[in-house]
């Protein structure tokens, strides 16, 4: 089906910056909307972003929204989270997820993001 490989994880201070990209291959014709989600050491995965591929409607996390901008390129089949005045509480394991007509079809390995006080 579809496979993502997702980069622009590392070390940042907090207040400060990334841009993390999550690229997919395969059957991207059949891609309905790519998501966001993160997992903090010890604890579950959490939804962050949203965003449907063909309207490009986006959905965010209370304790996202304002500071991340998720957003799409659709002739690169690339989806991106824009994370702006990060805090250490958003250190956390980054993956990105896939829906192929409408129901979760597949995850990239993740890429780790480190917020430093």
């Known amino acids: 089906q579809v496979q993502l490989v997702e980069s622009g994880g590392g070390l940042v201070q907090a207040g400060g910056s990334l841009r993390l990209s999550c690229t997919a291959s395969?059957?991207?014709?059949?891609?309905?909307?790519m998501n966001w989600f993160r997992q903090g050491p010890g604890e579950d995965g959490e939804f962050v972003a949203r965003?449907?591929?063909?309207?490009?409607?986006?959905y965010y996390a209370g304790s996202a929204e304002g500071r991340f901008t998720i957003s799409r390129d659709i002739a690169k089949n690339t989806v991106f989270l824009q994370m702006n005045n990060l805090e250490p509480e958003d250190t956390a394991r980054y993956l990105c997820?896939?829906?192929?007509?409408?129901?979760?079809?597949?995850w990239g390995q993740g890429t780790q993001v480190t917020v430093s006080s």
């Open positions: 965003i449907t591929w063909c309207g490009g409607v986006t």
């Open positions: 395969g059957r991207t014709d059949t891609i309905s909307a």
């Open positions: 997820a896939v829906e192929v007509d409408g129901r979760y079809d597949s």
